[in-house]
């Protein structure tokens, strides 16, 4: 029994007509997307997708002119703060002190200044220098950008 449904199914019309359903549902598929290429989507969604995008970039765009200026005012601040706090360059090193005994070594270094800022202590690499402020980006309108 097997073997005749075999049979019928690769000689005979079974098997013509399932060729058939094949080219037909192929040829279906190939329309389906040609037209799904060809089609323009719906203004109206696309116009409110457009619309939350332009505003989530824009917010995004001005949040990071918030930021440079943050960081600037910080920069300014912080040198300010360190200007205010240093000693004027002028002043001279007080003398050092003659002792009898060999400091115990406690890994500070001695010196004027602050801890870890010595006499040979290397002064830090000051910081990159910013760029300029970016724009904020203003989107155009979506009749300006909509395909036609």
Same mark, same amino acid.
């Given at each position: 029994m097997?073997?005749?449904d075999?049979?019928?199914?690769a000689?005979?019309?079974?098997?013509?007509?399932?060729?058939?359903?094949?080219?037909?549902?192929?040829?279906?598929a190939?329309?389906?997307?040609?037209?799904?290429?060809?089609?323009?989507?719906?203004?109206p /969604?696309?116009? &409110? +997708?457009?619309?939350?995008? @332009? !505003?989530?970039?824009?917010?995004?765009?001005?949040? $990071?002119?918030?930021?440079?200026?943050?960081?600037?005012?910080?920069?300014?601040?912080?040198?300010?703060?360190?200007?205010?706090?240093?000693?004027?360059a002028?002043?001279?090193?007080? /003398?050092?002190? &003659? +002792?009898?005994?060999?400091? @115990? !070594?406690?890994?500070?270094?001695?010196?004027?200044? $602050?801890?870890?800022?010595?006499a040979?202590?290397?002064?830090?690499?000051?910081?990159?220098?910013l760029?300029?402020?970016?724009?904020?980006?203003?989107?155009?309108?979506?009749s300006?950008?909509?395909?036609?």
């Amino acid at each position: 029994m097997a073997e005749e449904d075999t049979e019928t199914t690769a000689h005979g019309k079974p098997a013509i007509l399932k060729g058939w359903a094949t080219v037909i549902a192929s040829v279906a598929a190939l329309v389906t997307a040609i037209s799904a290429l060809l089609k323009t989507p719906a203004e109206p /969604a696309a116009e &409110a +997708s457009y619309k939350t995008l @332009a !505003a989530a970039v824009k917010e995004n765009s001005e949040q $990071s002119a918030k930021n440079h200026d943050d960081l600037l005012n910080l920069r300014n601040y912080m040198e300010g703060y360190i200007r205010a706090d240093r000693p004027a360059a002028s002043a001279e090193p007080p /003398a050092p002190v &003659a +002792s009898t005994s060999a400091p @115990a !070594a406690t890994g500070l270094r001695l010196g004027s200044g $602050s801890l870890g800022h010595g006499a040979g202590a290397a002064k830090p690499a000051p910081p990159p220098t910013l760029g300029p402020r970016p724009p904020v980006w203003e989107p155009p309108d979506f009749s300006q950008v909509k395909k036609r």
